[in-house]
């Protein structure tokens, strides 16, 4: 199976529809486009699955071509203090 999952996060959320699903066979193109939170999507997923089959893209997806001011949260947030989603947010306004 190959499975192609845009906007990853960090991968190991509770919310997250395939971190616990898959297996060292499973295919994977995962993209981030949040620095911080691709590094810990590559370190969550490589933890878990060493012996993967996985791409990783920092990138943003979107019908534009070329780049896009990316708002996102900032790292020095106390992610703890939010909702178990606020570190997903990011927005192109």
Same mark, same amino acid.
């Given at each position: 199976?190959t499975?192609?999952q845009?906007g990853?996060?960090?991968? #190991?959320?509770?919310?997250? $529809?395939? &971190?616990?699903t898959i297996?060292n066979?499973? @295919?994977? !193109?995962? +993209?981030?486009p949040v $620095? =911080?939170? &691709?590094e810990?999507?590559k370190e969550? =997923? #490589? @933890? @878990? =699955? $060493? #012996? #993967?089959?996985?791409? &990783?893209?920092? @990138?943003?997806v979107?019908? =534009?071509?070329g780049?896009?001011?990316?708002n996102?949260?900032? !790292?020095k947030?106390? &992610?703890s203090?939010?909702?178990f989603?606020a570190?997903?947010?990011?927005? +192109?306004n």
């Amino acid at each position: 199976m190959t499975i192609i999952q845009i906007g990853s996060h960090i991968g #190991n959320t509770n919310n997250d $529809p395939i &971190f616990n699903t898959i297996t060292n066979n499973d @295919k994977l !193109i995962l +993209v981030e486009p949040v $620095p =911080y939170l &691709f590094e810990l999507l590559k370190e969550n =997923y #490589n @933890k @878990k =699955y $060493p #012996n #993967n089959n996985i791409i &990783f893209i920092n @990138k943003a997806v979107s019908n =534009y071509i070329g780049e896009i001011n990316l708002n996102i949260p900032s !790292i020095k947030n106390d &992610f703890s203090k939010l909702p178990f989603w606020a570190s997903q947010l990011s927005s +192109v306004n």
